[in-house]
C-alpha cells in the first residue's frame, strides 16, 4: 500500500483499489479537536460504506475506480463494459453491508473491550451508523435507497418474465434503458 498526496488530499493507493480522502475532512477533525475519536469514527463508518459497495462490484466482476471519501459524503465510482440495472441495484446495497458489518464488529469489540462500551467511538458505531443505514436507504435522488429498492421492480420483472418464458433473455444494460428512455439514440440509423 503506498500513501500519495496530491493538493492536501491523502490518496492510499493498493493493487486494486485507490482511496481518495478530501481535504475537507481536515475540517472535520478540527471541527472535531476536542474529541478527535468521534471524527475518525464518522471517517471509518464511511470507509465501511464504500468498501461494501466496492466488495460488491468486485464480485460483480465489475472494474473499481476508485473511492472518495468527503466531509458528508463519499462515493465509489466503479466502470464496466456492460452495467446491467441488477448490477447498480446489488452494489448500492454494498454500503448498508458494509455499515452493518461494522455495527456487527462494535459489539463483540464492546464485549472484549469494556472501555470501548463507553466510548464515543461505540456511540458513533452503533448509533450514528443506525441512523446513517436508515438515511441511506431513503429513497431520495442521490442516496443509494433510490437505486437499492428498485430491487423489488426487478423482482417483479423476472417472475413476469419466467412466466412468459422470457426468462433466458439477459437483464437490460444501462444502454438498453437510456435507449428505451430516448436518452440516447441507438446505434444504428433508420433509412
Not at 468498501?51 to 465509489?76: M, N, P, Q, T
Request: proline fraction near 4%.
Amino acid at each position: 500500500m503506498e500513501i500519495q498526496f496530491s493538493r492536501l488530499s491523502p490518496i492510499i493507493i493498493t493493487k486494486h483499489l485507490a482511496i481518495m480522502f478530501h481535504w475537507s475532512l481536515a475540517i472535520m477533525i478540527a471541527l472535531f479537536h476536542k474529541n478527535p475519536f468521534t471524527a475518525l469514527s464518522y471517517i471509518t463508518i464511511l470507509v465501511f460504506h464504500e468498501l461494501g459497495h466496492a466488495f460488491l462490484v468486485h464480485l460483480r466482476k465489475l472494474s473499481i475506480d476508485g473511492l472518495s471519501i468527503y466531509f458528508w459524503a463519499a462515493e465509489c465510482r466503479y466502470s464496466g463494459f456492460e452495467i446491467s440495472e441488477r448490477d447498480d441495484i446489488i452494489i448500492s446495497w454494498g454500503g448498508t453491508l458494509g455499515q452493518l458489518l461494522l455495527l456487527a464488529l462494535a459489539f463483540p469489540a464492546a464485549e472484549l473491550f469494556p472501555a470501548f462500551k463507553d466510548s464515543v467511538s461505540y456511540n458513533m458505531f452503533v448509533a450514528v451508523n443506525i441512523a446513517l443505514i436508515a438515511w441511506n436507504l431513503m429513497p431520495m435522488y442521490g442516496l443509494d435507497g433510490y437505486t437499492a429498492w428498485k430491487i423489488f421492480s426487478i423482482r417483479r420483472m423476472v417472475k413476469k418474465a419466467k412466466v412468459q418464458g422470457l426468462d433466458k433473455q439477459p437483464a437490460p444494460t444501462k444502454r438498453d434503458i437510456l435507449q428505451r428512455e430516448g436518452i440516447i439514440k441507438s446505434d444504428y440509423l433508420k433509412y
